[in-house]
């Protein structure tokens, strides 16, 4: 037996001893982060090694405080314990600035022991949030943004008090035109650099993520256009910079009355009209399309600005991102709040990765759903940006987390399967393209939307041992797969555009086109069981053309001359057959003119006047259906005029073509007057172009990087043709899963 006083040294020698490992934990070797290009991949470097991208997030209100303790801390262990060593949170500049002239970086500091803690060999991405207080706005009122639909509104306590929850709504916020705000934050950013990397906190730091606008993404506060005075101010100097001269600027706005001192932002509350229908009219509104051009580079240049002030102020490399790049579910207000400037972004070397939460319409998170990034991630690869997905929706475990649930029941494991299923999809997602993601977990913050299983005491999204675990064998699985050269297995290339959103309208009315060839087109890719690649339209001259059988231009309806060069010499050629969207080119970006469609689709298109449209199909599958785009006018409207094409569907009760095909010696050129929001039309599109598809089944299908993942919600059996030709017969269980094969040899990878 020992001695009592001894036990009791040897217990606080025991505390001591933990208390100086977690202290030299904090004191860790300063990491630094870089994203550089490994086997044809952008891949995170963290002191020269690299590391796969996988982190696990935590929102603005962790835990529904500002630290992480408890149970936020509780799922840093658990995602620790799986292998993620990267951990991401949000800091908003308010958080740490003071009136007074102080700037605590405690909360900082905080939030990183709070991680170090439990994972003491933990990386650190911080999503800094350019918010200046709200004394700050009360000192400089006539800085903040401006409506045209009605005064900002005051900020509401919001459901978790988040500091933005009333973004989307009005809020009083700072204009992102403001030169001052711009200078002060400028300011506090370099500080935040300096002051916490010279603390030991700072040593786990790698990286910084820079926000502002709705949620940190870079939409227009309230999704509205920003009217304010400071906005006009750089109105006027955007203008003078783009003319040289008056007379160029009244020819170009077709306002012989115009001066450069009268140039104001010309949007109120009835900001949405065109008078072109679907397409503005470059020469008699060309203010309009001055104005939103105007402002989507205002922020392009602003996330450049910030990217580069952390780079240059924080003393060891360090990897800088954004939320930008966004082409899919933006709710039909691309011109107001998308992100339009992309190109910029790509090609500035202070920005190394995109981001973007993972769509979220159409059918893009319910069991046997295509999960898909917001991005096109191909050109992200191109211009060697990393792309991480955000993945923020929770597996649905609600059938059984009943108390007392029976766990020896069938649809306790069927559940759990559909769970691994959701969770290995998302991942999947991007994993094929070579790129990355973050698990955003709202469920530590009271906003999940299930009680957690009894015998777990979870309080998280994937705070479940049949989730961890999965999540870490499939981790090992894809950094094992990421030794090998990147590869793509798609021969379908969809294009699209962000800068044509300029010359279109925003009236909801009138959008519908724009957003089913967009949204719509993008699930039916996914549905119609072939693998491909997406693409900005102005990378299409980076990119080798040789693996795609079948290119598909979705929403281009503005290409100017160049472009149009460069596709009639390179895209239409090696017998590829090219599918065009409703209207290809029908501006320049300097007229309208329907001759342009003709001469880029090389199938005479003419105009068409008709109340309701409706296209029936035929020939193009099995069986002959019709679809809508829309309820109410399409205006312009086009149909096919040409003798020599074959016809594969028409405009109800009239005799007018509306998708044809015609052959060349070099392409073949497919022209659909309208995109539907059925997924067969595209499908039998893609089949009768010859894309390869791996299965008509309706699973969803995930190509890339020697991978094959089908995700069903079915299951059973199914035949699955490789590209290679070699067919395989693959068992599916029942229900809902996500099943990976090697590409090449059909073999089970996972």
């Not at 997030?57 to 509780?74: I, K, S, V, W």
């Not at 002239?101 to 060999?121: H, M, S, W, Y």
């Not at 006018?633 to 009239?654: C, M, N, W």
Request: aromatic share 12%; glycine share 8%.
């Amino acid at each position: 037996m020992f001695p009592i006083k001894q036990i009791l040294l040897g217990l606080i020698s025991a505390c001591c001893c933990l208390v100086i490992a977690s202290a030299q934990s904090y004191s860790q070797v300063p990491l630094n982060g870089k994203i550089e290009q490994l086997k044809g991949r952008p891949t995170i470097f963290i002191n020269n090694v690299p590391t796969y991208p996988m982190i696990y997030a935590l929102t603005d209100l962790p835990g529904g405080r500002l630290t992480f303790e408890e149970m936020p801390q509780h799922n840093i262990e658990r995602f620790c314990q799986a292998g993620i060593k990267m951990f991401y949170f949000c800091l908003f500049l308010d958080q740490m600035w003071s009136e007074d002239g102080n700037f605590d970086i405690t909360i900082a500091q905080k939030q990183i022991r709070g991680v170090l803690e439990v994972c003491p060999d933990a990386a650190i991405v911080i999503r800094l949030h350019m918010h200046s207080p709200k004394w700050w706005l009360d000192k400089h009122p006539e800085e903040a943004v401006s409506y045209g639909s009605g005064p900002a509104l005051a900020d509401g306590k919001g459901r978790f008090m988040r500091s933005q929850h009333d973004d989307p709504i009005r809020p009083l916020r700072y204009s992102m035109a403001s030169e001052i705000w711009r200078k002060d934050v400028t300011e506090k950013t370099t500080l935040f650099c300096k002051m916490l990397s010279s603390v030991k906190e700072g040593n786990a730091v790698v990286g910084m993520q820079i926000g502002a606008g709705v949620y940190g993404e870079w939409h227009n506060w309230g999704s509205e256009p920003d009217i304010s005075v400071p906005m006009n101010n750089y109105f006027k100097k955007w203008i003078r910079s783009k003319y040289a001269n008056i007379n160029d600027l009244k020819k170009a706005w077709g306002n012989d009355k115009i001066e450069f001192g009268q140039v104001k932002v010309p949007i109120d509350h009835d900001h949405s009209m065109s008078k072109g229908g679907v397409f503005r009219d470059p020469n008699s509104e060309r203010n309009v399309i001055d104005y939103y051009e105007s402002h989507h580079q205002l922020v392009a240049d602003n996330i450049i600005h910030f990217c580069r002030t952390v780079k240059e102020n924080w003393p060891r490399p360090i990897i800088t991102g954004t939320f930008y790049g966004y082409v899919f579910s933006l709710f039909g207000r691309e011109t107001a709040i998308g992100h339009l400037e992309v190109d910029r972004i790509l090609k500035s070397p202070y920005v190394d990765y995109l981001s973007g939460p993972q769509a979220y319409y159409p059918d893009a998170e319910k069991e046997g759903d295509p999960a898909r990034s917001r991005g096109l991630l191909k050109s992200c690869q191109l211009h060697k940006k990393l792309w991480l997905d955000e993945y923020d929706t929770q597996p649905n475990l609600t059938k059984i987390t009943d108390p007392g649930f029976d766990t020896t029941q069938p649809v306790y494991h069927k559940t759990i399967q559909a769970a691994q299923g959701i969770v290995r999809r998302n991942i999947l997602s991007s994993a094929i393209k070579g790129m990355g993601l973050w698990f955003f977990d709202f469920g530590v913050a009271g906003g999940r939307q299930y009680t957690e299983l009894k015998d777990n005491g979870s309080n998280g999204w994937w705070d479940y041992p049949f989730i961890l675990d999965d999540i870490k064998k499939l981790k090992v699985a894809l950094e094992k797969n990421r030794t090998r050269e990147y590869k793509s297995e798609a021969d379908v290339l969809m294009v699209y555009d962000t800068k044509v959103y300029y010359h279109l309208s925003t009236d909801p009315k009138y959008t519908h086109v724009s957003n089913v060839a967009v949204n719509w087109n993008s699930l039916a890719v996914w549905k119609s069981g072939v693998g491909f690649d997406a693409i900005y339209l102005q990378d299409l001259e980076k990119i080798d053309l040789d693996q795609y059988k079948v290119v598909v231009f979705n929403n281009t309806f503005t290409i100017n001359p160049s472009q149009k060069l460069f596709i009639d010499k390179n895209v239409k050629s090696q017998k590829r057959n090219i599918i065009w969207f409703y209207a290809p080119g029908y501006s320049d970006g300097n007229d309208l003119d329907t001759k342009r469609i003709s001469s880029l689709t090389d199938i005479k298109i003419e105009g068409l006047e008709l109340a309701n449209p409706e296209v029936s199909v035929t020939g193009l599958t099995t069986d002959a259906f019709s679809y809508k785009t829309s309820d109410t006018e399409i205006r312009p409207l086009f149909f096919v005029a040409d003798s020599k094409v074959q016809s594969y569907g028409h405009f109800l009760s009239t005799d007018k073509i509306a998708i044809a095909k015609k052959k060349f010696k070099d392409h073949v050129s497919w022209y659909v007057a309208l995109p539907s929001y059925d997924h067969s039309l595209l499908a039998g599109l893609l089949k009768q172009a010859g894309a390869h598809v791996y299965t008509e089944s309706g699973d969803i299908i995930y190509a890339g990087d020697g991978l094959l993942g089908i995700h069903s919600k079915r299951g059973g059996e199914r035949e699955i043709k490789l590209k290679s030709g070699k067919k395989i017969i693959v068992n599916l269980p029942t229900g809902t899963s996500t099943t990976i094969l090697d590409s090449e040899s059909g073999e089970v990878f996972y």
